[in-house]
């Protein structure tokens, strides 16, 4: 069974960076589809950003094209997601998947990120 740890989260002021990973446990990542959501409070779950299992093709919502970048180092297990330019509505509750077929399936526990203004 497939196991995701989410770290990096924190407060920063807009217009800062912060980096997250995840750690994939359980299963070999080059054989996973992954992907980054976000929920802030009273919103729904959205995708942010997905990664195929090479890394050549990525794919990011609208609001964060341009300052946000996944990537993946299968070595190591570990999915990325550099944000630069925060901005006080990138504050939520990130989460790692991993997508099988059609369906997001196995998620981590997220990690908290508030960017102040």
């Known amino acids: 069974q497939v196991q995701l740890v989410e770290s990096g989260g924190g407060l920063v002021q807009a217009g800062g960076s912060l980096r997250l990973s995840c750690v994939v446990s359980?299963?070999?990542?080059?054989?996973?589809?992954m992907g980054w959501f976000r929920q802030a409070p009273g919103k729904e779950r959205e995708l942010v950003a997905h990664?195929?299992?090479?890394?050549?093709?990525?794919y990011y919502t609208d609001s964060v094209k341009g300052r946000f970048t996944i990537s993946r180092d299968n070595a190591k297990n570990t999915v990325y997601l550099q944000m630069n330019t925060l901005k006080p509505e990138d504050t939520a509750v990130y989460y790692c998947?991993?997508?099988?077929?059609?369906?997001?399936?196995?998620w981590g526990q997220g990690t908290q990120v508030t960017v102040s203004s």
């Open positions: 990664i195929s299992w090479s890394g050549i093709s990525t």
């Open positions: 998947a991993t997508k099988t077929g059609t369906t997001w399936g196995s």
């Open positions: 359980g299963r070999t990542l080059s054989s996973l589809f």
